[in-house]
């Protein structure tokens, strides 16, 4: 897998599975059967494993034998976060506790009045996170993305939890999610967005990233560089079996290029990716 194809891989019977175990079962029996389905995932699945195994040993200089181990992890903790997901949704959240490094950040920008863009990535489990926030610093969450999840299981996830506690802006082509995107922060409204995942065919900034050249959005930067509201990176990584540690900078509130916003961001995520590198969740071959 050479680039990122757009698509959430899945399988309609597995979520069933796992929705009737939290419910029935529980999150740890859940967690249990977890073990099972990622060991076989990492065994099968070789092109992910593959990616990741680059993404460790030639991004963050790993050396093989731990860069397996911690693909393996890697597989396991992200099946945590799908289960942690479903088990928000389905308001089964009792054990779980979080911490929120610069909280007050966030409250400033609802308190501004204009609304805010979160940057994000595919690290930890910002879906979990966007349903921490929602009614805590913000009236809504919206999240901008490629709806491109499986119709069916989609709707079964809709059906079976009552859906998520934030909105979703889908991209159009037509950019229609430009005016919703506005809407939203005219209400004062967050608007969060992943800046790791690029389509062939966008646009894109070439930028380094752990001393390589790696390839990013050039959309979600243009955003937070054309809207008059504040900016900040947000990241929401899990640190212990129920527990999770969300955190915000400082928020950026004057004008600057997207391509200035852009590096801070990526040295961000640097050292995201260096304190949880088993929570990097991109299956493709991510340098150049």
Known sequence: MSRWDGKTRGSLAGYKIFLFFINSLGIDFAYRLLRIVT???FLMAAKPRNALLDFYQNGLQIPSIKAKLLARKNF???????????????GKNEKFVHTFENEQYLLDIRDAGKGGILLSAHLGNWETAGNLLKGRVASAINIVMLDAE????KQYMDLSTGG?????IAIKDDLSHIISIRNALLGNEFIAIHCDRYLDGAKYIELDFLGKKAKFPYGPFVIASKFEAPVTFVFAAKNGKYSYHLSATLPITEKLKPEVIAKLYVAELEKKVRQYPEQWFNYFNFFN
């Open 39 to 41: 060991g076989y995932y």
């Open 164 to 168: 998520s506690h934030f909105k979703v």
């Open 150 to 153: 499986v119709e069916s299981i």
């Open 76 to 90: 396991y903790v992200f099946g945590q976060t799908l289960v942690d997901r479903a088990a928000f949704l389905l």
